[in-house]
């Protein structure tokens, strides 16, 4: 049987989990349908299609062409298609979107890979995120579309210094598993890790992180896991002959589950 194909097998026994074990909150099934090439709940999708309040609400478009759009929009649906649009339509270095009313900005560098946020009011605060798939932008746009700087808080492993990126993938999920220093905080983010790739075994035994991902991709993400397992005590267990060389298991945990049924 091909690599795929055992994965295709794998997965398709193992994507379900029962409440009477792991919390009240029925099933998880992954991967969530997808919109701008990427996951997104049906309670996201829901909330996409409400109007601004107050709207219409104005965006900039930038490419760094001197040729930047302004668009008046009622909702975040219909400021991710202008800006779909926007982005497939020019091939450039940098993409800006700019709430300048709420005076934030969204920065997508796809060449370098890197998705940048910036909030110039009241406190002023920037923060960089390096992506390793292309699938990452557009989510990222419609997420600052929907709630601006916020929106984009459980995206990803975010730092206040550009330079932080140039760091090896372990050295950077090391140093943002080192930024979580209570429980709480540690299990949520724990829980944003498996909300993004993650399912529960069949078994109901098991959390498993990373679901038919090579070890080679999601590096920063899995170091910062494995940090935060130990920072929790969380009891990581081997993962079965047949699973890919990503994955991590880790036995389900009362604190683990009522989290993770949030993320569902």
Not at 35 to 52: C, D, I, K, N
Not at 186 to 214: K, L, M, T
Request: charged share 30%; net charge negative; aromatic share 10%.
């Amino acid at each position: 049987m091909k690599a795929d194909e055992r994965r295709q097998s794998r997965h398709a026994g193992r994507c379900r989990v029962r409440a009477g074990d792991l919390g009240d909150h029925g099933t998880r099934q992954r991967p969530a349908p997808n919109y701008a090439g990427g996951a997104f709940t049906r309670e996201r999708r829901t909330q996409m299609a409400r109007p601004y309040d107050p709207g219409p609400k104005l965006f900039v478009f930038a490419a760094g062409d001197g040729n930047d759009q302004h668009v008046s929009v009622g909702d975040p649906q219909e400021a991710y298609v202008a800006f779909s649009a926007f982005f497939r339509a020019r091939e450039s270095d940098t993409y800006t979107i700019t709430d300048e009313a709420a005076r934030q900005s969204l920065v997508l560098r796809p060449r370098r890979g890197v998705i940048s946020r910036i909030k110039d009011a009241d406190q002023p605060r920037s923060e960089h995120l390096q992506v390793d798939r292309g699938n990452r932008y557009l989510p990222s746009a419609m997420l600052f579309f929907e709630n601006g700087y916020a929106a984009l808080d459980h995206f990803g492993q975010w730092f206040s210094d550009l330079s932080d990126l140039d760091a090896s993938p372990e050295t950077r999920g090391g140093a943002r598993a080192a930024t979580f220093t209570t429980e709480a905080a540690a299990i949520e983010e724990v829980a944003r890790i498996w909300a993004a790739s993650g399912i529960v075994d069949p078994s109901d035994r098991y959390y498993v992180f990373f679901d038919s991902h090579d070890v080679d991709d999601d590096r920063a993400e899995r170091a910062e896991l494995l940090q935060l397992i130990e920072f929790l005590g969380l009891e990581r267990v081997d993962a079965p002959a047949e699973a890919a060389g990503g994955e991590v298991w880790v036995r389900t945990d009362p604190r683990l589950a009522v989290e993770c049924a949030r993320w569902s």
